[in-house]
């Protein structure tokens, strides 16, 4: 007991967190060891490391201050810190390398360590505003000291490398990764205080931090977001007016202005009687005053959702409008007495669910994406049941689509940030050389699709072929008057295409034992003497389209062979768009009589 007694302050603080001070240290052991290459780690499993045990530091730290602040018996504060230690750990590992996920759960148990303590019966506001005052402090010295003391070492050894040619080797790694992992959580840890119930109090002395804190409550602070509140109201009443949907832009927007204005709210509470008048105005008013906004973020959400599915960020828009919502019910069922516990406790408890399960942002978000592309697909009608339907069924086909279709392309690189891809298998089970047949990885999946991890194609299949072109389609069968039906194929301005999706286009083909040429604005059936040729300048140019009667969309436009009205007759079918704006390629048919006229 006296050796305890006799310890200095800080280390005998850091006795009272024995789990967070446990795994700060392994941490940082097993990081040096991978710096100075006695282990190696993949940058994915160093970071899953990473993620996992700064979990389970910040669940144990908020489990001790829990066990702690109820004076549990030590078996019981042990067991609780490893518990929660062991869950945060658990649900990280299961994210994978989804490290928005990861923060997010970081997020949320950051905002437990704020309010673990003082949710009891005994505790009071004043204290909780007292603690996270400290605690706040607390991290600020810490971060302080970091940069204080690693930097001093960083620069003396940089110096004595300059003046005696000192080989230092990955000791800056060394200082740095011991620093942020070890000493600076240490630090904080020891600074934490160890009397949870010291109520705040105004002074009519008040010290450094109380002027400071004030000043910059009523003279900066609360008046900007006041403004900026007024602004946001103005463009409400604007919408309503002109009635238009508000800019997608406005979601991060009002989250920012939210989480601000939530965080200054907490910190003015001791002030809320005896602030300026735009303080004490603001304690009122402020989740009031955020009604209208949380209907602006509202609709911009569900608008996007509706456009382009959930995301994980329209996901948190939507889960934050929620808590806000949640809040103004809350003001409004216990008549404007608002619990400052009450705000970190529920979004602590909202960040972290969010975080895994199948109710989670990463789960819901790939169903949305796979119901999105499903969609898409069968509006293009390019699936059946549940199975891509292409013509060839090739990943080649697929990749001309994922170029030309901005949407596709979108949702495949959501799905490849969420690491779904492989719930795309079904989908190209159909597909012979699908790119999920062999457990690859996801990057070299995405690759196989046409996409780069940024989300950016590969290359146009236009210019580049695939790498085996598939056979052109196409029939050539007696038809009675006209003994010759060829096609279909596609007419475009740089040459004539043999199938309707992924063929490459060539001022040459063959369709059913028939060659095809495109020349300028004519295109000729046969060769020598039984060959016709029909004139497209009615087709390609805008003015002889003003002289022309225009087709109706979904019609046919038939073209006599210029040999003849009887030779041969070219039929055209018009795409569902008008002919003054003119599609990129037509579907084409020729009946043709494949003898040669008899001279009269």
């Given at each position: 007991m006296k050796t305890v007694l006799n310890l200095p302050e800080q280390v005998r603080s850091l006795l009272r967190f024995p789990i967070p001070v446990a795994i700060a240290t392994s941490l940082a052991v097993l990081l040096n060891l991978q710096v100075a290459h006695i282990i190696r780690m993949s940058d994915t499993l160093e970071s899953q490391v990473i993620f996992a045990c700064s979990a389970a530091f910040l669940a144990s730290f908020a489990a001790h201050l829990w066990a702690l602040s109820r004076n549990l018996a030590t078996v019981w504060n042990l067991g609780t810190a490893l518990a929660a230690a062991g869950a945060a750990a658990a649900i990280q590992s299961a994210h994978g390398d989804l490290y928005g996920q990861?923060?997010?759960?970081?997020?949320?148990?950051?905002l437990a360590t704020m309010c673990t303590a003082h949710l009891r019966r005994a505790g009071t506001i004043e204290s909780f505003w007292r603690f996270n005052l400290q605690l706040g402090i607390a991290i600020g010295m810490a971060l302080g000291a970091l940069l204080i003391v690693c930097g001093g070492l960083s620069l003396l050894l940089a110096s004595l490398t300059f003046l005696f040619d000192f080989t230092v080797g990955n000791s800056h790694a060394h200082i740095w990764t011991t620093g942020a992992v070890l000493f600076a959580p240490l630090f904080a840890l020891s600074m934490v205080p160890v009397e949870f119930d010291q109520p705040f109090a105004l002074s009519p002395n008040p010290d450094l931090i109380e002027k400071s804190v004030s000043t910059v409550l009523n003279f900066a602070l609360v008046p900007l977001i006041l403004v900026y509140s007024v602004v946001l109201h103005i463009y409400a009443f604007k919408i309503a007016i002109v009635r238009?949907?508000?800019?997608?832009?406005i979601g991060w927007l009002v989250l920012a202005f939210g989480a601000i204005g939530t965080a200054s709210y907490m910190v003015a509470y001791p002030w809320r009687d005896a602030g300026y008048r735009p303080v004490r105005w603001f304690m009122r008013s402020w989740f009031w005053l955020m009604i209208l906004p949380t209907v602006l973020l509202m609709l911009a959400v569900w608008q996007r959702i509706g456009e382009y599915g959930v995301t994980p960020e329209r996901y948190c828009l939507v889960l934050f409008a929620l808590w806000l919502a949640a809040m103004v019910a809350y003001l409004g069922s216990t008549r404007g007495r608002m619990d400052l516990r009450v705000i970190p406790a529920s979004l602590a408890i909202g960040l972290v669910l969010s975080s895994f399960g199948p109710w989670g942002s990463a789960a819901t978000s790939v169903r949305s994406q796979l119901a999105q592309l499903q969609r898409v697909l069968d509006k293009a009608k390019l699936l059946s049941d549940g199975r891509l339907k292409l013509d060839p069924p090739r990943v080649a086909t697929f990749k001309y689509l994922v170029w030309s279709n901005e949407r596709v392309a979108s949702i495949l690189k959501s799905l490849y940030d969420l690491g779904a891809l492989e719930r795309l298998a079904p989908i190209f089970s159909s597909v012979t050389d699908s790119p999920f047949s062999k457990h690859q990885p996801p990057a070299v999946q995405l690759a196989a699709l046409g996409l780069t991890k940024w989300g950016e194609a590969i290359e146009s299949p236009v210019s580049v072929p695939p790498p085996v072109p598939p056979e052109p389609i196409g029939i050539s069968v007696d038809t009675g008057a006209y003994n010759r039906l060829i096609g279909p194929f596609w007419i475009t301005r740089s040459g004539l295409i043999g199938c309707d999706f992924g063929c490459p286009s060539s001022a040459n083909l063959e369709i059913g034992g028939t060659s095809l040429a495109l020349s300028g604005d004519f295109v000729t059936a046969g060769r020598n003497n039984d060959a016709v040729s029909f004139d497209l300048t009615t087709v390609f140019d805008r003015k002889s389209q003003e002289r022309e009667p225009k087709a109706q969309?979904?019609?046919?436009?038939?073209?006599?062979?210029?040999?003849?009205?009887?030779r041969a007759l070219l039929m055209i079918v018009l795409p569902p768009t008008p002919m003054d704006n003119p599609p990129l390629k037509f579907e084409s048919w020729i009946l043709l009589k494949s003898a040669p006229l008899a001279k009269k």
């Open positions: 990861s923060l997010i759960a970081l997020f949320g148990l950051a238009s949907m508000p800019k997608g832009e969309a979904a019609q046919t436009l038939t073209l006599n062979a210029r040999e003849g009205r009887n």
